[in-house]
């Protein structure tokens, strides 16, 4: 039997998201707090004095950290943990 590409994906994902769900609320909203820095760094860079071609580098990587962190900060958090977060912003679903 052979697998699909996507199942065999989810099978070598799967251990990484069970770890990441196990981390604590709280290193979760570091790393969310994390992603609006890259975000902002990443926005920033693009106002340096130098080459086009470092400015484009320089934001794909920052951007790339910003997404990167913003969906682990979720994954970390989980729905509970999102639950929580929007209720410190006043938010409610």
């Keep these: 039997m052979t697998r699909t590409v996507k199942q065999r994906m989810q099978q070598m994902l799967l251990p990484v998201k069970r770890w990441l769900a196990g981390l604590s609320f709280r290193t979760g909203v570091v790393v969310l707090s994390s992603c609006v820095v890259f975000y902002a760094l990443s926005f920033a860079a693009l106002?340096?004095?130098?080459?086009?071609?470092?400015?484009?580098a320089l934001w794909f990587v920052l951007f790339g950290?910003?997404?990167?962190?913003?969906?682990?900060g979720l994954?970390?958090?989980?729905?509970?943990?999102?639950?929580?977060?929007?209720?410190?912003?006043?938010?409610t679903e």
């Design 47 to 56: 106002a340096l004095p130098v080459s086009a071609a470092l400015r484009g």
């Design 65 to 72: 950290c910003a997404k990167t962190a913003q969906y682990g």
């Design 75 to 91: 994954l970390i958090l989980g729905v509970e943990g999102v639950r929580r977060v929007k209720k410190w912003f006043g938010r």
